[in-house]
């Protein structure tokens, strides 16, 4: 699709009837079974992230042996969908989550300011990529959105998307930064028509960063590009889901906008870390009645 | 509308939501109820009582007093004992306070009371919990502070109360039409009879109970349960000055013809077959939303329920799509579920009816289209339905059907819009659903209703006034004009 008829297909988004939306999501009582399910659920859905300045490979290591042992008491669960890294880190996270499914994603592209560059942007995603990075996750330029330069934007992400060949990519519209819901539509479209795999809320860098209103934004964007067009796109929330309750609300929210098919990690990731130690504690409550001290979960 | 939609979306999910109920031990409920005349439990005078049963399980969940002609009499007594002994005299302040503790009672047994109103109207908890009780008690708090600044609501003129208020209430909102009712009643000076319908007298009971531990004044609100000739007998009262109707066109009708020659000033609230008509240039998710919001709402019992959708041809697939694919996610079931949106049909005639416009439609040659939902066992239900490529001359489109069944027509032009709106012999409430303002001013200013939203439906505020052209009554409830129905408003210097 031409990037203008992206733009006039790009619907006008009411804040006040998402946000009445939103608030149905969060009266939805999970409890019993499907709470147990809901919470392991999640849990399969984490990208664990660490993206600090003062990462170092030891502690990428111990991210990614937590990764795949969450829980030493608790065989049966799932493990977690990826590890969120820095480019400099690929290397040694694939090294450690090698044959265990878990995958490596990697944040390129002049990760979170994107403020550079496109050609040293798109060097930095190849990098990533060749030094083993199965999952890209990409920013815009949100400046150039916001001046109106739609098509930079798009054609950024076309861009990236040639250089991660192989590799899935997620694509970053900052939405805190965006400041309208419909900018956050309009973003989502130029996103999706131009090759995304993945849309994402935030770096986690801004604040805000995930919402649930500017979530379902999102997935509505995704629901009605998968309607017009067949073409199935993933979801991915960044920063601020906490806790298991948070979580569950937004699982709600996707079972409710994009059905049975997005239930999976291959199209719906939470990007969090402290969100996997709280889903285990809630796990361990449920099939043992009680709450364990948060000292029984490893830090890391 | 030619294309095919291909990409369907699943909502029979593998996770499912496990059932999270109320209980119903949170009602508290005693095996029988009596009359509450001047301000005590009395039996009643024929001694006879009626079950009031569960819609969503059919069991008795209490006997309930039917009031005669007499019972009525004494309650009318003990009303106008009460207006001229104490309420009309009572410092306009004192009657706010009254009102004031009413509220925060009702606030205090708020779970309890939607529990009830769940349990006795087949309502989802969800709602009577979120959306009635909070309203109840906001109709109360915001009548007690006009109590003593009436002056101030019609300045330059002098006003007074009319007297003994008989007020005859619906089974959709029971504990809220009862607040709609005595608030403004009370708040201007006036005492009250009051019956509430016979499906749904339970939540009225409980306001008795309330009433009694605000120390109401005795007499100055009485609660007569019964039947419609329960209501008769209040209408036909010589010592009632006002009567207060919310219910079916029909029976405000009859009661019209009754007053006909009586100096008994009059308001009613009817039916109403309200269009919400949705723009292509409208935010069409959320207005898929108000959609479901306008006629699945309390089981489509509402009588401002956008049962017509009126959608422009442009974008009607799509709408249509979004619309069914939002129905997909509605729980029907137990009203005691935190999950139910949809509850149980009110009452076995109700069902009846509803079930009859089912038929009518498909003979009529509109398309049906009913979610897959899985409905319970024993009780009334009915899942939310569609009638696509209904035609305006359609009984679907022009009576109402008072249950979860929309009516889905196009239009092409605004004007044309505006027109089908109008075509109606009700006039409660519309809808308009647009992303530019001048035009959202142009057509709610010419849809001949008393309430009109725009991008967003059933909206209700205490401070808006609510009420009906044409078929749909007169009156208003709520608001400066809410409190006009209760008082005798002449100029300054003039006579009574």
């Not at chain 2, 010589?238 to 207060?244: C, F, G, L, R, T």
């Amino acid at each position: 699709m031409s990037l203008s008829a992206t733009l006039a297909n790009s619907p006008p988004i009411d804040s006040v009837g998402v946000a009445e939306r939103v608030a149905r999501f969060t009266t939805r009582s999970i409890k019993k079974s499907s709470k147990m399910e809901a919470l392991k659920l999640a849990l399969s859905m984490i990208d664990l992230t660490t993206l600090e300045g003062k990462d170092t490979e030891d502690r990428v290591r111990r991210l990614c042996y937590k990764a795949r042992h969450l829980h030493v008491d608790l065989p049966e669960l799932p493990t977690v969908a990826a590890v969120c890294v820095y480019p400099t880190m690929v290397k040694v996270a694939r090294e450690e989550l090698k044959d265990c499914g878990v995958q490596v994603a990697a944040v390129a592209t002049s990760f979170p300011s994107g403020q550079d560059d496109l050609s040293l942007r798109i060097r930095q995603t190849k990098g990533a990529v060749r030094d083993g990075a199965q999952e890209i996750d990409m920013v815009i330029s949100r400046g150039r959105f916001l001046a109106g330069d739609y098509q930079y934007v798009s054609d950024e992400i076309v861009a990236v998307k040639e250089a991660c060949g192989e590799a899935h990519l997620k694509v970053i519209l900052e939405t805190g930064e965006l400041q309208t819901l419909e900018n956050v539509r309009k973003a989502s479209d130029i996103a999706i028509d131009a090759g995304a795999d993945f849309i994402k809320t935030s770096t986690g860098k801004v604040q805000p960063a995930a919402t649930m209103e500017v979530t379902l934004v999102m997935l509505e964007a995704i629901r009605d590009h998968f309607q017009e067009t067949g073409k199935i796109v993933g979801m991915k929330p960044a920063g601020g889901i906490s806790n298991s309750k948070i979580a569950i609300r937004y699982l709600v929210m996707l079972r409710e906008t994009l059905g049975n098919r997005w239930l999976t990690p291959d199209l719906f990731r939470f990007g969090a870390s402290s969100l996997a130690n709280d889903l285990l504690m809630q796990i361990v409550k449920q099939s043992s009645g009680v709450y364990q001290s948060s000292n029984y979960f490893s830090l890391d | 509308m030619a294309k095919k939609q291909k990409n369907n979306l699943k909502f029979d999910t593998d996770w499912q939501y496990d059932p999270a109920p109320e209980s119903p031990e949170l009602a508290k409920l005693n095996d029988s109820y009596d009359l509450f005349i001047d301000g005590k439990f009395v039996k009643p005078t024929g001694g006879k009582y009626f079950d009031t049963t569960s819609p969503s399980s059919h069991k008795t969940l209490a006997k309930v007093a039917e009031a005669d002609k007499r019972d009525v009499a004494k309650a009318v007594t003990a009303a106008r004992k009460a207006y001229e002994g104490t309420w009309s005299r009572l410092r306009p302040s004192e009657r706010g306070k009254y009102l004031f503790r009413i509220a925060r009672v009702i606030q205090e047994r708020s779970r309890e009371l939607a529990v009830t109103e769940s349990l006795d109207g087949g309502k989802p908890i969800r709602e009577s919990r979120d959306i009635d009780l909070p309203l109840v008690a906001s109709h109360f708090f915001y009548h007690a502070g006009w109590a003593d600044k009436l002056s101030y609501a019609f300045a330059g003129r002098k006003v007074s109360p009319l007297g003994v208020a008989g007020q005859i209430i619906p089974w959709n909102f029971p504990l809220l039409m009862a607040a709609w009712k005595i608030a403004p009643a009370l708040a201007t000076g006036n005492t009250v009879v009051i019956k509430p319908a016979e499906s749904t007298p339970l939540t009225s009971l409980k306001l008795a109970e309330i009433i009694q531990e605000a120390d109401l004044p005795p007499g100055v609100v009485n609660i007569v349960t019964g039947a419609g000739s329960t209501g008769e007998a209040i209408v036909r009262h010589p010592d009632v000055d006002k009567i207060a109707f919310t219910g079916s066109t029909e029976v405000g009708k009859l009661i019209r013809k009754t007053l006909a020659g009586t100096d008994k000033r009059l308001t009613l609230e009817l039916g109403g077959k309200a269009a919400n008509i949705v723009f292509e240039d409208a935010a069409l998710d959320q207005a898929v939303e108000g959609i479901v919001n306008g006629i699945f709402f309390n089981q489509g019992h509402v009588c401002c329920a956008g049962s017509r959708l009126l959608v422009q041809e442009s974008i009607a697939e799509t709408l249509v799509r979004k619309l069914k694919d939002r129905m997909g996610t509605l729980v029907v079931g137990d009203p005691l579920d935190k999950n139910t949106d949809i509850g149980a049909i009110n009452s076995k005639e109700q069902l009846k009816k509803i079930q009859g416009y089912l038929k009518v439609g498909q003979r009529e040659g509109a398309e049906i289209f009913q979610t897959s939902c899985s409905l319970p066992k024993r009780g009334n239900w009915c899942p939310p339905t569609l009638f696509l490529n209904a035609s305006q001359s359609h009984r679907i489109s022009q009576e109402e059907i008072f249950g979860p069944v929309l009516a889905v027509q196009t239009f092409r032009t605004v004007d044309e819009a505006i027109d089908k709106a109008n075509n109606t012999p009700f006039g409660l409430s519309g809808g308009v659903w647009t992303d530019k303002g001048a035009k959202a001013f142009h057509v709610s200013e010419r849809i001949k209703a008393g309430v009109v939203w725009t991008n967003t439906f059933n909206k209700f505020d205490p401070a808006s006034p609510f009420g009906g052209y044409k078929e749909s009554g007169f009156g208003r409830e709520g608001g400066r004009h809410g409190l006009e129905a209760y008082l005798n408003v002449i100029e300054a210097g003039g006579n009574r």
